[in-house]
């Protein structure tokens, strides 16, 4: 079949952020992820959890809080403002000082009418949600100490705050609290430290329910002001809690990385008289868990080791599916790296600076699972730093290397590359067209003469020539939403391009006429990669849900191909992996072959072989390897699978027909993390 | 199979005061199945908790009173019962303290038990075989009681059933050396007399144990000669008719084997329709004083458990636990019986209980039976099938085949059995062939002309023999110096026991080679023993010619070699097989042979010193070809490991270290063998450095740790 020369890369030095602050809308059912950098990353808990948006962040911003109110997503950090976000854009909507100092908490009502931040200066600050934006209505009574956390009762007409070592309840009416309950501190040398209520959780019948700096989930009653019962969960800090929608159950995050379960259950089968019971441990985290999240049919937690666990709960779950199982998200469902496949190079994106790379060189030739003597170490070309607050939101190295590109959510830049003997110089492009003010998705066209940027839902398209650039046009679609585009894709022969948004329409557009072509029919599942077949011009998507289709966009239909492989569905194995496909490739010197990868496999499917069914063995690369020349023709099928790499961010066929794999081992990632917590573990 | 778990001490016994074998008076089972009431022999009545082992009451009676029976409880009014003084019936309640302030009875005649069984009224036995339920005797407690036995005859045993709630009281009599079984029904009240089948020589039995299942009473008793008989009682519509005695008929369920002391007591207990537990008989390996499962089925042990101390006629079964009086103490001994997989797994267990029931029911015997219309009766059908026929003509029962084996002359045994072996169905030969072995081997003791060695290597080629279906085949083996015999068996057999293995050790080594020379063994075996004599020979041959590191060198004592040869190869050259060819065979089963050490030491310490030097010599001489023809090859399936080797030679050296210390001759065995212990450990040790180092060769072959960059080359299929 074939053996391909692998340039396994691991000088990509990508950290992810650790995770915040989580929200989850039960409506949409998609979950709002903030991160350490500011970057806010939204995911659709039913498509396979799928990073739909990436809304990039600043320097300095600092969230701790998000909140949904209704289909509206705010933030609110240290920084001391709060921010909207624009979700169809992938952008911010307006920042607004709240002049409280930085802000600790912020939550909005279930009514949908007012949001509450707490304030380092003791205030509790109302604001009230007005089309477009929001207003400050008023400060609750202000209290001494920083608020920290707050939760509204669902009747919007109380809410309590955690603060240093007390829990306030106030009346929203009055703005007079209600309650002042005290907090214990913890017992020996922890006796001198302040008790930190990081979070509380307002229930409808009254009981609130706090978890603290020492260890203890807290259940109060609100009528009273008392102390219902208090559970020792963790020796170090609960720093999230999360309830259920119909309030059965909480899941507690601590510095341990554990997430906790409590449930409201009867003591005695069949009797009302529940109580709240520690019923499961779960231990997915090395680090502080900053946020969880109880959704439907699982917890989903995140924090200090930049991991997202997604974990099932198996007593909600129906019927057990790929689309239930449990989900650990490492790295972005998007590209970090683009390769310039003509030149060799690779460009890494990192959220402040850009870092172009050249491949190394290899002499002589090698048996299959060897590796070669390289003749010349890879290099660092460019390490590009951007100027202003703002992260990077994508970037794109032009096939033949001469040209970068990067946006921001306010600018973008281009740049031309000069590489003479050894020297590197670039030169920025001044003079863009207006247009190119800033991109969601950015491309090169396949011959380096055309970038295609992507603003919200056309895409503008600018030529590239040495004395600058100039606009040819925007293309627009006859119709459809006003989703962000998140994917492009144009075609060997320039003559096609392709963009995918988070509504999961699929646009085609003709370059020659600069008109709409034809639009996909629109799957259920959002578009992970796809690519443009260079001889047949047919489309290949991969979708979430790890279905595939093949359109041919010349007849404007689904491919005969395609359809088999509907009709015939999938593999289960293939259907079960977790990680959606990051790219979709082609090789010149074999049309039928399709190459994809995510990040623990790289797949070659070859179109001219029967689809494996259900009871065949799909992993089947080990019995091919053993089996004689001869035989392997009646074994093989079109799934070639290849596991020898993980973590994999990035996988490029080059024009040299060399593969490059850029991998980022989570253990090289563990050890760049602060350490965690220091337990005592049994034998150290 | 059964099970029987750890036991534990319920209480003590009391020091026996009358001469019968009894303890205790009886266990009786309580308010529920976790209390049970014990009467003893002296003058209390006990109630445990026997999960707790506790006493939770206690009541005794004055001095001067005796209590003649054992206490009961009566689970319709709650209350406890018991009969002092033989005339006197008292019944008290659990809350009661004091037996002399509860209710009292004085009867008319003796009574000799109270009997009791779940939900239904206690009945009274009275020594002279009249039975009143206790609610009508208490209402006119000097009623007349009528004499049912004749004079001088005694009740030896009694016991109720409750056949589907209709009381059955069965009580068995003897009279001048005759038995009977007296089976008294209520409503109508019927009495029934059976006399038990008496052979000359065979006393009375001693244990009986009754069960009503299936629709039938079973009785099963114990005789002192080891056999454990089933009699089958039958309804009652089908003895109202007869008037006067009938013979009962019985078959053997069980012959259990005896060791050489003569028995004084024992008890059986029928467990299920399998399984019967039997103390105070031997165990077939281990000797006197176990208690055993047996299925009654297979003939096969099934469990035992040591019981230390003086063994009583007694032995309870309630829900689940069997209550063994021994020594000075009541022990409770928990225990499973699951179905026997094999029977169920057949689907047999069923139809041959039925089938037995149906010969015992219409013939006493079927030997009685005339065998010309058995195969007339077969002809008529057989002109069907020509098949059928052949099978059905001349296949004998295992019963025929049995009464065959005790009389007719060793030839036609041996054909017999071939016959029987050849035709009968596997199924049911996996049943028949622990019967007929254990027939044969029984008329091989008695007759010591009668010795069919081949019908036994056929027995034996079945594969349905073990160890403990017929513990006897063995020692009768080595008593016969049958060696082919013992060599099968050691390949067959995997549960022999060390004491019978150390026993056929000694009888191997203590015959002469010569003697040995004649038995024609299993031939692979000689194969494998020809194949090391010749590689020492052909090592002769080529000596000298090996190179390399030459330990010092070890002389064998027993070498023959001339002494000019000394610069040869110590370690092959010198040696010589120290036993005969085919001794050497059948020590290399003995080595085989499955054992725990710790069982296996106290007997291995009987064998005698030349024999130990002997046995010591060969292992050695097998120990060194072993290492030095490691590369060699030898095909034969059988022949003992290496680790075996060197596991026996430890067990032999921890068994006579002393010996071994002291006796002169065994001083330069001793020696050579540390020697080449010695360089053999060293050279392992040096094996532990190559291994670490190609460990380490290993490991960084497979480690991918490229760093931050490489070009491989992948290859897709």
Same mark, same amino acid.
């Given at each position: ?684 | ?218 009785? =099963? ?10 009699? =089958? ?239 006897? =085949? ?96 110590? =370690? ?146």
């Amino acid at each position: 079949m074939g053996e391909f020369k692998v340039h396994r890369v691991r000088f990509f030095d990508y950290i992810p952020s650790g995770i915040r602050a989580l929200a989850f809308n039960q409506d949409t059912e998609r979950i709002a992820v903030a991160r350490m950098d500011g970057s806010v990353e939204i995911f659709h808990c039913p498509d396979r959890c799928f990073q739909e948006k990436i809304i990039p962040g600043r320097e300095q911003c600092g969230i701790e809080g998000l909140s949904w109110v209704g289909d509206r997503l705010f933030s609110a950090g240290l920084n001391g403002e709060i921010t909207e976000y624009d979700l169809t854009n992938q952008k911010v909507k307006y920042t607004l000082d709240a002049y409280g100092g930085p802000i600790w908490a912020i939550t909005g009502n279930q009514q949908g009418t007012h949001l509450a931040v707490g304030c380092e200066d003791g205030t509790v600050k109302l604001f009230e949600l007005i089309e477009d934006t929001i207003q400050f209505e008023r400060n609750l009574d202000r209290q001494k100490s920083r608020i920290i956390s707050l939760s509204w009762h669902p009747s919007g007409s109380k809410i309590a705050a955690g603060m240093m070592d007390a829990i306030q309840i106030f009346n929203i009416e009055t703005g007079h609290s209600i309650h002042r309950m005290l907090v214990d501190r913890g017992v020996g040398t922890s006796r001198s430290r302040e008790c930190v209520v990081w979070s509380v959780v307002y229930l409808s019948n009254g009981t609130i329910i706090s978890g603290d700096s020492v260890g203890m989930i807290k259940i109060w009653d609100d009528q009273t002001g008392t102390l219902i019962k208090s559970h020792f969960i963790t020796k170090s800090d609960v720093l999230a809690l999360s309830v259920s929608r119909d309030e059965d159950s909480i899941v507690a995050g601590t510095s341990e990385g554990t997430v906790v379960q409590f449930q409201f259950i009867a003591m005695v089968l069949g009797k009302d008289d529940k109580e709240w019971v520690r019923t499961r441990t779960f231990k997915n985290h090395t680090h502080d868990i900053r946020a969880v999240a109880e959704i439907t049919t699982a917890v989903v937690s995140g924090g200090m080791d930049t991991h997202l666990v997604v974990k099932p709960l198996l007593d909600k779950i129906e019927v057990k599916s790929a689309a239930s199982a449990f989900r650990k998200i490492c790295f972005p469902h998007r590209r970090l790296v683009s390769c310039a496949k003509k030149s060799g190079l690779m460009l890494f994106q990192y959220t402040g600076h850009l870092e172009l790379w050249k491949l190394g060189e290899s002499e002589g030739q090698g048996m299959p699972g060897s590796s070669l003597l390289i003749k010349k170490n890879p290099e660092k070309l460019l390490h590009l730093k951007l100027k202003g607050e703002d992260h990077i939101r994508c970037s794109a190295v032009s096939p033949c290397g001469e040209w970068i590109v990067y946006s921001t959510a306010s600018s973008l830049r281009l740049y031309q590359l000069h590489c003479a003997n050894n020297n590197v110089s670039i030169t920025k492009i001044s003079n863009l067209p207006k247009v190119l003010s800033s991109a969601n998705q950015l491309c090169f066209s396949s011959d380096s003469s055309h970038l295609f940027s992507a603003s919200t839902q056309s895409v503008h398209l600018v030529s590239l020539s040495q004395d600058g650039c100039k606009f040819v046009g925007t293309l627009k679609p006859k119709s459809g939403s006003h989703q962000a585009i998140h994917l492009l894709a144009a075609s060997e022969d320039g003559k096609w391009l392709a963009s995918a948004n988070s509504d999961h329409e699929v646009h085609i557009y003709n370059l020659q006429t600069l008109k709409a072509h034809c639009t996909v029919p629109v799957y259920s599942s959002a578009v992970t990669a796809m690519g443009i077949h260079p001889t047949t011009n047919c489309l290949f998507m991969m979708h979430a849900d790890q279905q595939m289709f093949e359109y041919s966009i010349e007849l404007k239909q689904y491919t005969d191909w395609s359809r088999t492989v509907q009709r015939k569905g999938l593999h289960s194995l293939w259907l079960n992996r977790d990680t959606p496909c990051l790219n979709v490739m082609f090789n010149p010197q074999n049309p039928s072959h399709v190459i994809l990868h995510d990040a623990y496999m790289l797949c070659i499917i070859d179109q001219s072989l029967p689809l494996p069914d259900d009871k065949a063995l799909f992993y089947n690369q080990l019995t091919l390897k053993s089996l004689p020349e001869k035989q392997r023709k009646s074994q093989s099928h079109a799934f070639k699978v290849c596991k020898t790499f993980k973590d994999i961010l990035c996988v490029e066929l080059m024009s040299d027909q060399s593969l490059v794999v850029v991998e980022r081992p989570l253990e090289d990632l563990a050890t760049q993390l602060p350490a965690p917590i220091k337990q005592k573990k049994f034998a150290t | 199979m059964a099970v029987l778990y750890e036991g534990y001490t319920l209480c003590g016994v009391g020091p026996v005061q009358n001469s019968s074998n009894i303890g205790i008076l009886g266990v009786e089972p309580g308010r529920d199945i976790d209390h049970v009431l014990v009467t003893d022999s002296s003058r209390s009545i006990t109630v445990y908790k026997v999960s707790d082992q506790k006493p939770t009451g206690s009541w005794s009676v004055k001095q001067g009173q005796k209590i003649s029976c054992p206490a009961v409880f009566n689970t319709q009014s709650q209350e406890y019962v018991v009969v002092t003084d033989d005339k006197v019936v008292r019944v008290w309640k659990e809350d009661d303290v004091n037996l002399e302030k509860a209710f009292k009875a004085t009867v008319s005649a003796d009574v000799l038990r109270v009997l009791s069984a779940t939900d239904v009224e206690p009945v009274v036995l009275f020594c002279c075989g009249a039975v009143r339920f206790l609610d009508s005797l208490l209402a006119s407690p000097q009623q007349p009681i009528e004499v049912v036995l004749a004079e001088d005859e005694i009740i030896r045993w009694s016991s109720v059933v409750d056949e589907e709630h209709q009381l059955v009281v069965l009580f068995s009599t003897e009279k001048r050396g005759e038995h009977f079984l007296y089976v008294w029904r209520f409503n109508p009240n019927t009495l029934v007399k059976h006399r038990f089948e008496t052979e000359p020589g065979l006393s009375a039995p001693i244990s009986f144990s009754a069960t009503y299942r299936g629709g039938n009473i079973h009785l =099963l008793y114990l005789y002192l000669n080891g056999c454990v008989y089933e009699s =089958l009682l039958p309804l009652r519509s089908s003895s109202t008719g007869a008037e006067g005695v009938q013979a009962l008929s019985r078959s053997l369920c069980l012959s259990l084997p005896l060791g050489e002391e003569k028995l004084m007591s024992g008890a059986a207990v029928v467990l299920d329709e399998a399984h019967v537990a039997v103390v105070g008989f031997p165990h077939p390996s281990a000797g006197a004083d176990y208690l055993c499962i047996w299925n009654t089925h297979f003939q096969t042990l099934q469990a035992s458990k040591e019981t230390t101390g003086r063994i009583y006629s007694q032995l309870w079964c309630y829900s689940g636990k069997l209550y063994v009086p021994h020594g000075s103490m009541l022990s409770v001994i928990p225990f499973e019986c699951q179905k026997s997989s094999l029977a169920a797994a057949m689907g047999k267990l069923k139809e041959t209980i039925q089938s037995e029931f149906k010969s015992h029911s219409f013939a006493s015997s079927w030997s009685a039976q005339s065998y010309s219309d058995v195969t007339q009766a077969t002809e008529i059908k057989s002109r069907m099938s020509s098949k059928t026929n052949s099978n059905a003509q001349s296949a004998l029962t295992v019963e025929q085949l049995i009464e065959h084996i005790k009389t007719s002359a060793l030839e036609d045994v041996q054909a017999e059995v071939g016959e029987f072996i050849r035709r009968t169905p596997q199924a049911d030969l996996q049943l028949a062939a622990g019967r007929v072995a254990l027939e044969l081997v029984s008329r091989s003791q008695t007759d010591a002309s009668f010795y069919p060695q081949c019908a036994f290597l056929q027995l034996l080629e079945t594969r349905y023999l073990c160890y403990s279906v017929c513990p006897e =085949l063995l020692s009768l083996a080595m008593v016969k110096k049958d060696f082919r015999l013992c060599q099968i068996a050691f390949q067959i057999f995997s549960d022999i026991p060390e004491a019978v293995t150390c026993a056929c050790l000694k009888a191997i080594l203590s015959t002469p080679d010569s003697e040995m020379a004649t038995v024609n063994l299993d031939t692979g075996s000689m194969m494998f023993m020809k194949e090391l004599t010749r590689a020492q020979s052909q090592s002769d041959e080529e000596g000298g010619q090996l190179n390399g590191f030459c330990p010092p060198a070890i002389e064998s004592d027993i070498s023959d070699t001339p002494r000019n040869k000394l610069q040869r190869d110590p =370690l092959a050259l010198d040696m010589s097989c120290p036993v005969g060819l085919h001794k050497g065979a059948l020590l290399n089963e003995v080595l085989q042979t499955a054992y725990s050490d710790r069982p296996l030491l106290p007997h291995l310490k009987d064998l005698t010193v030349p024999q130990v030097m002997v046995f010591l010599q060969y292992l050695r001489f097998l120990y060194f070809k072993y290492s030095h023809d490691a590369h060699k090859q030898i095909q034969d399936l059988r022949t003992p490991s290496i680790s075996q080797i060197i596991d026996w030679v430890c067990l032999l050296l921890d068994a006579h270290f002393t010996v071994l210390a002291v006796a002169p001759e065994a001083k330069r065995l001793v020696s050579d063998l540390h020697k080449f212990v010695r360089s053999q450990v060293k050279l392992y040790a040096e094996l532990g450095k190559i291994e670490g180092s190609l460990q380490v060769l290993k490991n960084s072959k497979q480690s991918e740790a490229f760093g931050m960059y490489a070009i491989q080359v992948i290859e897709l299929f």
